[in-house]
């Protein structure tokens, strides 16, 4: 049995203590929560501990994986407590995981534990499949489309806004540029160009609507090279009509072979439940942790690191006579 933990309760943290319930190899072992523990109420019989007796979990848990944010958790929580515990996270902000990798892979490596980070879909599948698409289609571009979907990472860093109480960030495709990119005509198309940003966001009472809205079309790695639109609701509309968390998209490599002769790989998904879904993800990643450290293999890895195999549960033998 793996033994596992989770830090953070969130949409995230209750999808993986979902997920632990359908991968009978595992075992969650313990939530660890920044909040008051008796003031959270689990879907299990789970013990909640505070984040404050961690430490004390060292030696009673094989993975410990990060629920919380990209914006603010991830980038201070996953560096501390790869020193402590094998670990996964699902840092989402692209543009900073060179950094993230470094920092997580000195605090790894001091330890003689094992990090994998950024597991998801996108980054995590989503990323496997450009490099297995770029492998085999040097002469060609790639196209990425998410949505249309909930942001975990996006929604939370809006709510980490002064004056807001809540917010829900859809990620939409614009569909002349999907159209553009099934073409094979490898189209050169910008950010802005791909995408368009959709917000709800419930204020706080007395929060400056127009400062609120400006801090969110300008946020830098986030909202500031898309079309943005923000829409101020209440609370009770978000809840009727933006409390379910469905998202998924689209990787394509549209290249050439010989110039008259061209390919598109394209890989996609749909799913109702972005966190459950990421959650299951997560699950998968912290078995081939666990397997990695035994191998005495340290340091941060990525999903570009670890072999296919190291995911399943099944051993080789079944994995070449079932799926192969």
Not at 76 to 104: G, M
Request: one cysteine or more.
């Amino acid at each position: 049995m793996i033994k596992l933990g989770i830090l953070g309760y969130g949409n995230l943290g209750r999808g993986v203590e979902n997920a632990v319930k359908i991968n009978p190899d595992t075992e969650l072992c313990a939530i660890f929560t920044r909040r008051n523990p008796s003031d959270v109420k689990v879907n299990s019989n789970t013990k909640v501990v505070s984040v404050d007796e961690i430490e004390e979990w060292k030696n009673k848990i094989d993975v410990l994986i990060l629920c919380g944010g990209s914006a603010v958790d991830l980038p201070v929580q996953t560096p501390k407590y790869a020193k402590l515990f094998n670990v996964i996270d699902s840092f989402d902000t692209h543009a900073k995981i060179p950094e993230h990798y470094k920092n997580v892979d000195t605090s790894a490596k001091s330890a003689s534990k094992t990090a994998i980070i950024s597991v998801g879909w996108d980054p995590g599948l989503f990323s496997l499949n450009r490099m297995y698409a770029n492998a085999i289609l040097p002469d060609g571009c790639d196209y990425t489309f998410w949505g249309r979907g909930v942001s975990q990472g996006h929604s939370d860093a809006i709510r980490r806004i002064e004056g807001v109480k809540d917010a829900r960030q859809y990620t939409v495709p614009v569909e002349e540029a999907l159209i553009q990119a099934r073409s094979g005509k490898n189209p050169q198309l910008t950010t802005r160009q791909k995408h368009k940003r959709e917000c709800y966001v419930v204020l706080k009472e007395g929060a400056d609507a127009k400062r609120v809205e400006s801090e969110i079309v300008n946020m830098p790695n986030y909202f500031a090279d898309y079309d943005t639109t923000v829409n101020f609701i209440s609370e009770e509309e978000l809840k009727k009509n933006h409390s379910a968390i469905p998202h998924g998209g689209f990787v394509l490599r549209s290249g050439k072979t010989s110039p008259n002769t061209n390919h598109i790989i394209e890989y996609s998904l749909k799913l109702d439940s972005n966190p459950e879904f990421t959650s299951s993800v997560l699950i998968a990643y912290a078995r081939a942790a666990l397997r990695l450290n035994k191998e005495g293999v340290y340091g941060c890895k990525t999903v570009f690191d670890v072999a296919p195999a190291y995911l399943s549960p099944k051993t080789n033998e079944e994995l070449i006579s079932t799926m192969l």
